[in-house]
């Protein structure tokens, strides 16, 4: 069964950092790229950042310089260290992981996996 497990969520105040974590199993993490999506209430899950096999990287406009996405292919874990955080980056945050040596797709509907979520609250 393949499965992705977020942790790492919390309340925070504004310019305060947290680290998401998304462990997954039965799928063949090595050779997936790995993401995070956001979902504020009322809008649409939005990309935020991704990570291909090989360790390039893709942001986001709004979080690039701000968030950091990296991966451990030994313990199947991604990670998104989010320092300066602010009220608008309050969400939902989805791990995604999508079979394929090409770039995480940025458009929610053509991802392959979806963890369950964790909320990250950033208060003014």
């Known amino acids: 069964q393949k499965q992705l497990v977020e942790s790492g969520g919390g309340l925070v105040q504004a310019g305060d950092s947290l680290r998401l974590a998304c462990v997954a199993s039965?799928?063949?993490?090595?050779?997936?790229?790995m993401g995070w999506f956001r979902q504020a209430p009322g809008k649409e899950r939005e990309f935020v950042a991704s990570?291909?096999?090989?360790?390039?990287?893709y942001y986001t406009d709004s979080t690039k310089g701000r968030f950091t996405i990296s991966r451990d292919n030994a313990k199947n874990t991604v990670y998104l260290q989010m320092n300066s955080l602010k009220p608008e980056d309050t969400a939902v945050y989805y791990c995604?992981?999508?079979?394929?040596?090409?770039?995480?797709?940025?458009?929610?509907?053509?991802?392959?996996?979806w963890g369950k979520g964790t909320l990250v609250t950033v208060s003014s």
């Open positions: 039965g799928l063949s993490f090595s050779n997936s790229a």
């Open positions: 990570i291909q096999w090989s360790g390039r990287t």
């Open positions: 995604a992981a999508h079979t394929t040596t090409q770039p995480l797709p940025i458009v929610s509907h053509l991802i392959n996996y």
